[in-house]
């Protein structure tokens, strides 16, 4: 066993990570657990990637000032971590006279949470901003703070920014139990042994109910809340803005937006299921989603669509945040029911869960080298011509373009198994490099990557996953058969 | 920094239809000829087809497909033209300046007299078809499949079922039986075979491997590796039927549902696209809507034989060269060709009957039903029958091709518009 850690982060999201990032500007011995092949493979990878204005959430509620709090933070967390965020504004859309209320509602609500850079606007007005709208808008209301960022390389930046600095990263490893001792949470049992920590916070996502009832806290229960989403094509069906519908008493209902790679996303709806671990995507949720996204853009065509997926939110059952240090399980930190705004939110909670620690007796003093930046990785796609030529004379790896819709070279994918959070699976290099991600989705560079983290991890070619263990992409080589001719 | 290359005709992809048009546009004069290429070989997808079945038209036998490329591999280098391997184009100007990238050289500025697409054609992803269920491993186009065996050495699966009865999805049916794998079925959501009949007995029939018609998945099952597919029969709109759902269980699904022209670099051009082929609108020659630039094989539309592919790289290789060198034929009257009844498509989509003084000239045609009997094929100019003739059958998976004679000019010769239609005899 590893000496005793100062504090255990159980969960790779988003939420983890920038609580890992928060604790690494600091003195002591952090370890982050994360139980997939990487980070941000749960909630983190599958929402809307939206930086919420906040004016959706109940005042008064943690949601309400972490949001905001959150979304102050951004132009610096993103600029201090290179992760691409724009704030472009957002806007919810009013079809009828009955939404028109809605919006007054949202403004007011927006106020009373401390939101700045909202305005109601005309329909006529909505239309100019966003000719593919429905020509039927009535009017709108703009969020000037409201943003899109790239969640998957805001939490993978986190988490390295983290590791430069000095916490431990453990992948593939999956918390089974907590360790008590005299009534005090003093660590957990892993698929990969016991850790001992003086604090250990339950970023577990879908799963942090499971751990609170572990530490025999009952009573909070985490619904997966399924979302569906269809991506489209770059270079059609695109819009150019954040258009909400009017919310419902559930979600903030299916969206239309733009990624901050040029694709646009519709959705999500809202099912309430039982499966933490179902992201099926069903023919319904499909239907739900395209009808309720034509809605808001009524030009959208199936034909333009490049993928399908789902995401759960972890909904907790008080409909806020869960953020504490319970008295019955001293050691503990719960951050629970993370649902939307917790992208928004990240870094918010993760200052609110340092100052809790602080209340907790942990002494929290500034390292003299601690480094905030964290650059990226060259992306070929976006240099000029003398840029990418410079870079290809520095490392021959450049000029390879391994994926041809999104334009990703051997370099990028090279250095991205090498980096501090290290991409060792398929998925793991689609979410820093973009691979895969285009039209053709991995069909022509799928073998070709498959060879590369072969080469580089030293591995086989049938020990290349996609997403960890048991998603391995080819089985055998061809012309092995055994004794009794079948393979 | 920028190295600075400059060729009378740059042909951008080393496939069938390229490799055919650097040989024609040098045989046409052209002298400086260059083939860019993205893959470290010339040939492009015909090196992954190891079966046979290439050649019979244009060479008169039948070859598997890296001896059908290497005919032509040996006759692009025996002319002097250059190839520019594991080199991928990044950007092309209305002014035909390419910029390239590799390994070799870093970014390569190209400028081109003229220019040929000859970039193929993609596959139908699960995430176009929007299949509902998992995102798990297991899941691969037909294609995909077929580099992983072919070329890679390793199989990517045990148990397969085979959505779409594509040419691609009915010969890896067979390619991985051969290499021990279960095929369990071929499901075709169509009420017909999407491929040739040929590949169907050759390739199914004769490894009982049963195909379902009218039948899809309607569900993808298993979170890190499929474990199953649900089959479901659909109706004549393709709607599922309650009730006829089926889990069929299996590590893999193979999809061979569709080929698209592979046309980023000419839609970024503003180059006029068919879209109901997903390639550039072409005249006879092969040129595009932007002079200077032509278009060969799969870009165009998707053929059912290569050999058709290398015949339109030989077209459109020679009126490159001929614009290149100053040549190109100056009439401007042409007749819009336009896909009547029964036709989903027609190239190409423009014709200039002063190319009849060249010789005979051809269209080429899919329909949108099968008729299983006796049909005619019937062209008329502004509505006036000018010709016509019999084939046995036409299927949807089966291009139809219609040689125009030199003797034709004259009945063309005031029309605006030639409609082909494919009708049962009356």
């Given at each position: 066993?590893?000496?005793?850690?100062?504090?255990?982060i159980i969960g790779?999201?988003?939420?983890?990570c920038?609580i890992?990032?928060a604790?690494?500007?600091?003195k002591?011995?952090?370890?982050?657990?994360?139980?997939?092949?990487?980070v941000?493979?749960?909630?983190?990878?599958?929402?809307?990637?939206?930086?919420?204005?906040?004016?959706?959430?109940?005042?008064?509620t943690?949601k309400?000032?972490?949001?905001v709090?959150g979304n102050?933070?951004?132009?610096q967390v993103?600029?201090?971590?290179?992760?691409?965020?724009?704030?472009c504004?957002t806007?919810?859309?009013?079809l009828?006279e009955?939404?028109l209320?809605?919006?007054?509602?949202?403004?007011?609500?927006?106020?009373q949470n401390g939101?700045?850079g909202?305005?109601?606007?005309?329909?006529?007005?909505?239309?100019r901003v966003?000719?593919?709208?429905?020509?039927d808008v009535?009017?709108?209301l703009?969020a000037?703070?409201?943003?899109i960022?790239?969640?998957?390389?805001l939490?993978?930046?986190?988490?390295?920014?983290a590791v430069l600095?000095?916490?431990?990263?453990r992948l593939?490893?999956?918390v089974?139990?907590?360790?008590r001792?005299n009534g005090?949470?003093?660590?957990v049992?892993?698929?990969?042994?016991?850790?001992?920590?003086?604090?250990?916070?339950?970023?577990a996502?879908l799963y942090?109910?499971?751990?609170?009832?572990?530490?025999?806290?009952?009573?909070?229960?985490?619904?997966p809340r399924?979302g569906?989403y269809y991506v489209?094509?770059?270079?059609?069906s695109?819009?150019?803005?954040v258009?909400?519908?009017c919310?419902?008493?559930?979600?903030?209902?299916i969206l239309?937006?733009?990624?901050?790679h040029g694709?646009t996303?519709?959705?999500?709806?809202?099912?309430?299921i039982?499966?933490k671990?179902?992201?099926?995507v069903?023919?319904?949720?499909l239907?739900?989603v395209?009808?309720?996204?034509q809605?808001?853009?009524?030009?959208l065509?199936r034909?333009?669509?490049?993928?399908?997926?789902?995401g759960l939110?972890?909904?907790?059952?008080?409909g806020?945040?869960?953020?504490?240090a319970?008295?019955q399980?001293p050691?503990?930190?719960n951050v629970?029911?993370?649902?939307?705004?917790?992208?928004?939110?990240a870094p918010?909670i993760?200052?609110?869960?340092?100052?809790?620690l602080?209340?907790?007796?942990?002494e929290?003093l500034e390292?003299?080298?601690?480094?905030?930046i964290r650059?990226?990785?060259?992306?070929?796609?976006?240099?000029?011509?003398?840029?990418k030529?410079?870079?290809?004379?520095k490392d021959?790896?450049y000029?390879?373009?391994?994926c041809?819709?999104?334009?990703?070279?051997e370099?990028?994918i090279?250095?991205?198994?090498?980096?501090?959070?290290p991409?060792r699976?398929?998925?793991?290099?689609?979410r820093?490099?973009?691979?895969g991600?285009?039209?053709?989705q991995g069909?022509?560079?799928?073998?070709?990557v498959?060879h590369?983290l072969?080469r580089?991890l030293g591995?086989?070619?049938?020990?290349?996953?996609?997403?960890?263990p048991?998603s391995?992409f080819?089985?055998r080589?061809?012309?092995?058969?055994?004794?009794?001719?079948k393979? | 920094?920028l190295?600075?290359?400059s060729?009378d005709?740059?042909?951008?992809?080393?496939g069938?239809?390229?490799?055919?048009a650097?040989?024609?546009a040098?045989e046409r004069?052209a002298e400086?000829?260059?083939i860019?290429?993205?893959a470290e070989?010339?040939?492009g997808?015909?090196q992954?087809?190891i079966h046979?079945?290439?050649?019979?038209?244009?060479l008169g036998?039948?070859l598997?497909?890296?001896?059908y490329?290497?005919?032509f591999?040996?006759?692009?280098y025996q002319?002097?033209?250059?190839a520019?391997?594991d080199?991928m184009?990044?950007e092309?100007?209305?002014?035909?300046v390419?910029y390239?990238?590799?390994a070799?050289?870093?970014?390569?500025?190209?400028?081109?007299?003229a220019?040929?697409?000859?970039?193929?054609?993609r596959?139908?992803t699960?995430?176009?078809?929007?299949?509902?269920?998992?995102r798990?491993?297991?899941v691969y186009?037909?294609?995909t499949?077929?580099?992983?065996?072919?070329?890679?050495?390793?199989?990517?699966?045990?148990?397969?079922?085979?959505l779409?009865s594509?040419?691609?999805?009915?010969i890896?049916?067979r390619?991985?039986t051969?290499?021990?794998?279960?095929?369990?079925?071929?499901?075709?959501?169509?009420?017909?075979?999407?491929?040739?009949?040929?590949?169907?007995?050759?390739?199914?029939?004769?490894?009982g491997i049963p195909?379902?018609?009218?039948?899809?998945?309607?569900?993808?099952?298993?979170n890190?590796?499929v474990?199953?597919?649900?089959?479901?029969?659909v109706?004549?709109r393709?709607?599922?039927?309650?009730g006829?759902e089926?889990?069929?269980p299996c590590?893999?699904l193979l999809l061979?549902?569709?080929?698209?022209p592979?046309n980023?670099l000419?839609?970024r051009?503003?180059?006029?696209?068919?879209?109901?082929t997903?390639?550039?609108?072409?005249?006879e020659g092969?040129?595009?809507s932007?002079?200077?630039?032509f278009?060969a094989?799969n870009?165009?539309?998707v053929?059912?034989?290569?050999?058709?592919?290398?015949?339109?790289?030989e077209?459109?290789?020679?009126?490159?060269?001929?614009?290149?060198?100053?040549?190109a034929?100056?009439?401007?009257?042409r007749?819009?060709?336009?896909?009547?009844?029964n036709v989903?498509y027609?190239v190409?989509?423009?014709?200039?009957?002063?190319?009849?003084?060249q010789g005979?000239q051809q269209l080429?045609?899919?329909?949108?039903?099968?008729?299983?009997?006796?049909?005619?094929?019937i062209l008329e100019?502004?509505g006036?029958?000018?010709?016509?003739k019999?084939?046995?059958?036409v299927?949807p998976?089966?291009?139809v091709?219609?040689?125009?004679m030199?003797?034709?000019?004259?009945?063309?010769q005031?029309?605006s518009t030639?409609?082909?239609?494919?009708?049962?005899?009356?």
């Open positions: 066993m590893d000496d005793p850690y100062d504090v255990i790779g999201g988003v939420v983890g920038f890992a990032r604790l690494s500007r600091y002591g011995r952090v370890l982050l657990l994360e139980r997939e092949a990487d941000c493979s749960g909630t983190s990878k599958a929402n809307t990637a939206i930086v919420h204005a906040g004016y959706d959430a109940k005042p008064g943690l309400a000032s972490l949001n709090a102050r933070m951004y132009d993103c600029a201090e971590l290179d992760v691409p965020f724009q704030r504004g806007y919810v859309v009013a009828t009955e939404d209320h809605t919006l007054d509602d949202l403004y007011h609500r927006g106020i939101v700045s909202m305005r109601i606007i005309s329909g006529e007005e909505m239309r966003e000719p593919l709208v429905n020509p009535r009017g709108a703009y000037a703070t409201g943003g960022v790239d969640p998957f390389l939490t993978i930046a986190a988490a390295e920014n600095n000095g916490v431990h990263l593939e490893t999956e089974t139990d907590l360790i001792q005090r949470i003093v660590g049992s892993t698929n990969r042994g016991q850790f001992l920590g003086r604090f250990v916070i339950n970023a996502g942090a109910d499971q751990l609170m009832a572990q530490a025999g806290l009952h009573g909070f229960t985490i619904t399924k569906e489209f094509d770059r270079e059609k695109r819009v150019r803005t258009l909400f519908p919310p419902t008493a559930i979600s903030k209902g239309v937006t733009p990624t901050t694709n996303l519709i959705g999500p709806n809202a099912v309430d039982r499966d671990e179902d992201v099926t069903t023919p319904e949720g239907e739900e395209f009808a309720g996204a809605r808001l853009v009524p030009t065509e034909r333009d669509v490049i993928a399908v997926f789902a939110r972890a909904s907790g059952s008080t806020d945040f869960l953020i504490e319970p008295a399980a050691g503990l930190i629970a029911g993370i649902e939307s705004p917790g992208l928004t939110a918010a993760a200052e609110f869960v340092l100052d809790l602080r209340e907790c007796g942990l929290l390292k003299a080298d601690y480094n905030p650059r990226s990785p060259p992306r070929f796609s976006e240099l000029s011509p003398r840029e030529a410079a870079l290809i004379a021959a790896r000029g390879r373009i391994v041809r819709c999104e334009t990703v070279t370099g990028e090279v250095a991205a198994i090498h980096a501090p959070v991409a699976t398929y998925d793991a290099l689609k820093r490099t973009r691979l991600a285009g039209r053709c069909g022509f560079d799928t073998p070709r498959i590369i072969a580089e591995l086989p070619p049938t020990a290349i996953t996609k997403k960890g048991g391995e080819v089985v080589e061809t012309k092995e058969w055994n004794d009794s001719g393979v | 920094m190295k600075t290359l060729y005709v740059v042909v951008i992809g080393g069938p239809g390229g490799l055919a650097a040989i024609a040098r004069g400086r000829v260059c860019i290429e993205r070989e010339l040939g997808i015909l992954q087809c046979n079945g290439f050649g019979l038209e244009v036998t039948d598997p497909g890296p001896a490329a290497q005919h591999i040996n006759q692009v002319a002097g033209v250059q520019l391997l080199t184009v990044l092309v100007t209305p002014q035909r390419l390239a990238t590799n070799r050289d870093g970014i390569l500025e190209i400028k081109a007299g220019v040929v697409f000859s970039m193929g054609c596959e139908r699960r995430g176009a078809l929007a299949i509902p269920g998992t798990p491993a297991g186009t037909a294609g499949a077929q580099r992983l065996v072919n070329i890679e050495g390793y199989m990517p699966g045990r148990r397969f079922v085979i779409g594509g040419d691609i999805g009915m890896m049916a390619r991985l051969l290499e021990g794998a279960q095929v369990e079925r071929v499901l075709e959501i169509m009420p017909y075979l999407s491929g040739l009949k040929r590949n169907y007995v050759q390739c199914l029939q004769d490894f195909l379902q018609l009218s039948h899809t998945v309607r569900e993808i099952k298993g890190k590796r474990e199953a597919v649900v089959a479901v029969a109706d004549e393709w709607q599922p039927i309650p006829s089926e889990v069929i590590d893999t061979s549902v569709g080929l698209i592979e980023e000419s839609r051009l503003g180059i006029a696209m068919d879209p109901v997903g390639g550039p609108i072409v005249d092969m040129g595009t932007l002079p200077g630039f278009a094989g870009v165009v539309h053929y059912d034989l290569v050999d058709w592919v290398t015949m339109a790289g077209v459109a290789g020679r009126s490159a060269a001929a614009y290149a060198l100053g040549m034929p100056a009439s401007v009257y007749l819009r060709v336009v896909a009547g009844d989903r027609v190409p989509h423009l014709f200039h009957p002063e190319s009849l003084a005979p080429q045609l899919r329909v949108r039903e099968p008729i299983e009997e006796k049909v005619q094929v100019a502004d006036v029958e000018i010709w016509r019999t084939e046995r059958y299927r998976g089966e291009m091709t219609v040689k125009l030199p003797d034709l000019y004259d009945r063309l005031p029309a030639l409609t082909v239609s494919v009708r049962k005899p009356r």
